[in-house]
């Protein structure tokens, strides 16, 4: 997750709740409809950005 002195606590927070909050989404149902895809959560996409390069921009 990106972190809080680079996003700021809002931005930090509402990514929090997209990955705890998940009632907007059957993800069982979703995941079991496709099963080919390499699922993952943000948090697990979040550690494979290079925070440094990306927000050098």
Do not use: C
């Amino acid at each position: 997750m990106p972190s809080r002195q680079w996003a700021g606590d809002e931005i930090a927070d509402m990514f929090q709740r997209f990955e705890e909050n998940t009632d907007f989404v059957d993800v069982a149902a979703l995941r079991a409809q496709y099963p080919g895809v390499a699922w993952h959560s943000y948090a697990d996409w979040a550690r494979t950005v290079d925070w440094d390069r990306v927000l050098k921009g």
